[in-house]
C-alpha cells in the first residue's frame, strides 16, 4: 500500500525558512500528483502546493513567491521549500498523493488525493 512520510517540520521566527519532506513508497503509479496541505487549529484543511510527476505545479495565493514545491522522482520524495515564513503559516502540513495528473485548481483540493501523511507540524513565532 502507499505510505507517505513526511519530515522537517518545525519551529522558527517570522522570516525564517524551512523544508519539508515527503517520501512516498509502496505506489505503482506512472503518473501522479503530490500535494502539500496545512491545517491550522480550528481551520479546514487548505492546499498550499501541488506538482504533477511531469513537473506541472501550482500554489495557493498566500504562498506564492514565498514557497516552491520540487520533486526527486528517483527518490520518490516531493519537498517544500517555505521562505520568509510567518505565524499565519502554522499549522500541521501533510503530504498526499493522487493517481494520475491532476491540473489546476484540481492540484489544491483534497477530493483529489487518495493517500495521505500522517502530517509534520509547522509553528512559526
Known amino acids: 500500500h502507499v505510505q507517505l512520510v513526511e519530515s522537517g517540520g518545525g519551529s522558527v521566527q517570522a522570516g525564517g525558512s524551512l523544508r519539508l519532506s515527503c517520501a512516498a513508497s509502496?505506489?505503482?503509479?506512472?503518473?501522479?500528483?503530490m500535494g502539500w496541505f496545512r491545517q491550522a487549529p480550528g481551520k479546514e484543511r487548505e492546499g498550499v502546493a501541488a506538482?504533477?510527476?511531469?513537473?506541472?505545479?501550482s500554489y495557493a495565493d498566500s504562498v506564492k513567491g514565498r514557497f516552491t514545491i520540487s520533486h526527486d522522482n528517483a527518490k520518490s520524495t516531493v519537498y517544500l521549500q517555505m521562505n520568509n515564513l510567518q505565524p499565519e503559516d502554522t499549522g500541521i502540513y501533510f503530504c498526499a498523493m493522487a493517481q494520475g495528473w491532476v491540473r489546476y485548481p484540481a492540484q489544491l483540493e483534497r477530493t483529489a488525493y487518495r493517500h495521505w501523511g500522517q502530517g509534520t507540524q509547522v509553528t512559526v513565532s
Open positions: 506538482i504533477d510527476s511531469d513537473g506541472s505545479t
Open positions: 509502496g505506489y505503482t503509479y506512472s503518473s501522479y500528483c
